[in-house]
């Protein structure tokens, strides 16, 4: 089956330019990975199976069980970790990080690459102290940061109900694009600009060019957005599973710790 990792390296590779390379980093980040280790995790403290290649020292992970198997030939250790958890554990070790081996998708990122994307991941969205002064329709936007909003505003169930993209020229004459989260809960508002300041970054967006506010249901601002903004939904959740312990590393109270 293919994964979201492959479509995004594949198109990595057809357009060979800056917009898709980002596009695929910001999959890295957003995807699940099954990290190979030495040995079994201890609560949160993890010690990935180090590699040495010839591009360098590296940790392997996986976008499924599956391919995990395949490689290794058996079952194994390992921990399911976001890719973002990953790159700022790994920042600093100069330790590479190999996707997939074994697979299409297999790809190398060295550890200059790791140092790099956990800089972009920590980067935190400016806040914008211009006053609002007319809004217009969004106009023509480049397609990589709608599929990047959508994806991620898609997931946001239980923290905003919803997003609404315009255009905006502001008090002091500057101008530009106004992300406006409906009902957002105000201990997710910091995750949600993080989330909207990633999008801007992975599509390859200049940052100036969108700002972040958050509006209640009943705000009237919120129709002006209404009339002449694109709407980003929040998808309704997949049917309720059985709750089990969390695997080491997917309590974000308590993050691993990489040996």
Known sequence: ??????????????????????????????????????????GQNLSPKVFDLAEGSVVLAFDSEERLVEFTGGLSDYAALPG??????????????????????????????????A???????QDAADAPRRFHGPGALPPALIAQLGQKIAGFHGLTTGAWLAGVEYASGRKGHLLAFVGAAEAAEPALARAAQEALVFSGVEAGEMDVTFVAPDAPVLAQFVRVGMQFPV???????????????MDPDKPPRLK
């Open 84 to 117: 973002r958890v990953i790159a700022a554990q790994l920042a600093g070790q100069g330790i590479g990080l190999g996707l997939n081996l074994g697979a299409p998708s297999q790809f190398i990122l060295p550890p200059e690459a790791m140092e790099w994307l």
């Open 1 to 42: 089956m293919t994964s979201n990792i492959d479509l995004a390296f594949q198109a990595m590779l057809a357009a060979d330019e800056d917009a898709a390379r980002l596009s695929y980093y910001g999959a890295v980040a957003d995807t699940e990975w099954y990290l190979l280790l030495a040995s079994e995790a201890e």
């Open 235 to 249: 998808l309704a959740p997949k049917a309720a599973e059985v709750l089990a312990p969390k695997a080491p590393g």
């Open 119 to 125: 800089d972009l991941l920590t980067q935190a969205p």
